[in-house]
């Protein structure tokens, strides 16, 4: 009878210890969460030559050039939403604000494939003189003047994967030809993404087809994996070489520009 009273006060005795640790347990874990620093792939010596920046996760911040609509280009929509202009018997009356030409956003009615380096679409515009620097200095003949039928981009210059893809020379010329400077070398070359539409792609249908990855003038940028070719997109351009090349019946490649450039860095 003692043994069993003994083996029934060692038991409450654990859980009461259990339920203890568990009490304390959770205040630490909770302040850890909420005060503990995030751990980061940085040096000291990052941080003592004043590269603070770096140890803020990059995915706080909108990268330079926008591949897709994302959550950064979709904050403005947002805003703007929530405040309803005031209006008498559905008549606004609201002051019309005045229009920031510096804060325009890009225009997204006609998107085209800008030559390497093209600044802000808005700016550009507003830059390029339509010399046609750019497209004499293209050794390859990728960049052409855009036609009568696009209206106000008529004239500038604009790269067409299916006459001529962008080769993506290591010096660009026609970055170097641009005296306006809408192209620079300071933005990343990066004027779309390509996507691999499956159904139409012979490799997907038991057929071996490697010229896509064959062709392609940036290294990583297509691989093949069992005999099918995969875009990285994080290392695509978009320069069109993969679409240009393409021997399926219908075009296996999809080719998208740019979502939004920066503008002409200070």
């Known amino acids: ?48 030559q004043g590269r603070v920046w770096k140890f803020i996760p990059s995915t706080k911040y909108p990268p330079l050039v926008m591949r897709y609509p994302t959550k950064y280009s979709e904050l403005s929509e947002e ?41 802000d679409e808005f700016r550009f515009l507003s830059g390029c003189t339509r010399c046609g620097g750019c497209i004499t200095a293209c050794p390859y003949e990728a960049i052409r003047k855009a036609p009568e039928r696009l209206g106000s981009l008529a004239g500038s210059p604009i790269v067409e994967a299916d006459t001529a893809a962008c080769m993506m020379c290591p010096d660009f010329p026609c970055i170097e030809a641009c005296e306006p400077g809408v192209l620079t070398k300071l933005l990343p070359p990066i004027m779309g993404t390509a996507k691999v539409t499956e159904h139409l792609c012979l490799a ?63």
């Not at 005031?86 to 325009?104: E, H, K, Y």
């Not at 069992?226 to 490649?253: L, Q, S």
């Open 204 to 266: 997907h249908h038991h057929t071996t087809c490697t010229v896509c990855s064959e062709r392609c003038p940036v290294n990583g940028a297509i691989t093949v994996t069992d005999g099918k070719p995969i875009v990285n997109e994080e290392t695509c351009t978009g320069c069109g070489m993969c679409r240009y090349v393409c021997p399926a019946p219908e075009n296996a490649i999809l080719l998208m520009p740019a979502f939004s450039r920066p503008g002409l860095p200070s």
């Open 79 to 119: 805003k703007s939403s929530e405040v309803k202009p005031r209006n008498i018997a559905g008549i606004n009356i609201d002051p019309v604000p005045a229009t920031n030409l510096g804060l325009r956003s890009v225009s997204r009615t006609l998107p085209v494939f800008r030559p390497p380096g093209a600044i």
């Open 1 to 48: 009878m003692k043994n069993r009273d003994g083996r029934f006060s060692a038991r409450i005795c654990s859980a009461l210890w259990h339920v203890l640790c568990v009490v304390i347990q959770l205040p630490v874990a909770a302040l850890d969460y909420l005060f503990g620093s995030t751990k980061t792939n940085q040096s000291r010596r990052d941080l003592l």
